[in-house]
């Protein structure tokens, strides 16, 4: 049962134009997400952060997007840059769980 | 200030040993997490822990598996009696201590890659 969910396994954006990365997730209870940055032979790095009572939470470059009613939420990288090219991953958690739920990843590249 | 940190960062293992994994968390976090990422694939939870307690061990597999965190020292993830479909990414995550029951963001560390042979 795959709670959280990344449709797109792969996206490939011209350099300096806006990268939107979707994840969906099932669990109504998931009150936390995070979306992390992998690149290869690496640990996952924390990018950002958004809570359920907020809709949008913005970090220079990064902003997140959270629609409750459509379970669905969205990581915008603007504008885009090579060293941006890496893996990106949604995670969901709820109180009183801790763990994480991962999506699959999204692997996003930065064309020149 | 050092980030989590998990050695040893490859390990090969013959089919039947043993492997141990260690981490040890940032300063000042009290929270272990351990996730598995198999080949294309996403992490999954495995299993969390706090000083000398297994919290959530919902993740990890019935038999062969480990986990403990003891008062000094790091957290050692233990794979007993390995077997080829036990090849993968191994992370360890770390947090502080919840305030109020919050949820609180996980660090990870580099990861171990285990393969067995």
């Known amino acids: 049962d795959q709670q959280v969910k990344q449709n797109s396994p792969s996206l490939s954006v011209q350099e300096g134009r806006i990268s939107i990365l979707n994840c969906d997730y099932t669990n109504s209870m998931f009150d936390y997400f995070l979306w992390y940055k992998k690149y290869p032979a690496e640990g996952p790095t924390f990018l950002i952060s958004i809570s359920s009572i907020k809709d949008k939470n913005e970090d220079g470059r990064f902003t997140v997007f959270l629609n409750k009613s459509a379970k669905h939420l969205s990581l915008h990288i603007v504008p885009s840059q090579p060293g941006d090219s890496a893996v990106y991953f949604c995670a969901a958690s709820f109180q009183g769980a801790q763990k994480l739920v991962f999506g699959q990843g999204t692997r996003l590249t930065i064309n020149p | 200030n050092a980030g989590v940190m998990q050695n040893p960062r490859h390990l090969v293992r013959r089919r039947g040993q043993e492997a141990r994994l260690r981490c040890s968390p940032m300063?000042?976090?009290?929270?272990v997490y351990w996730y598995r990422q198999l080949p294309e694939e996403g992490l999954k939870f495995m299993v969390y822990?706090?000083?000398?307690?297994?919290?959530?061990e919902s993740g990890m597999p019935k038999e062969r598996f480990s986990a403990e965190f003891p008062k000094e020292g790091p957290s050692i993830l233990r794979i007993q009696q390995v077997v080829r479909g036990d090849s993968a990414a191994y992370f360890c995550?770390?947090?502080?201590?919840?305030?109020?029951?919050?949820?609180?963001?996980?660090?990870f560390g580099p990861g171990t890659r285990l393969l067995v042979l």
């Open positions: 300063k000042g976090h009290s929270h």
């Open positions: 995550a770390s947090s502080p201590t919840r305030a109020g029951g919050h949820s609180e963001t996980q660090y």
């Open positions: 822990l706090q000083k000398e307690n297994i919290i959530d």
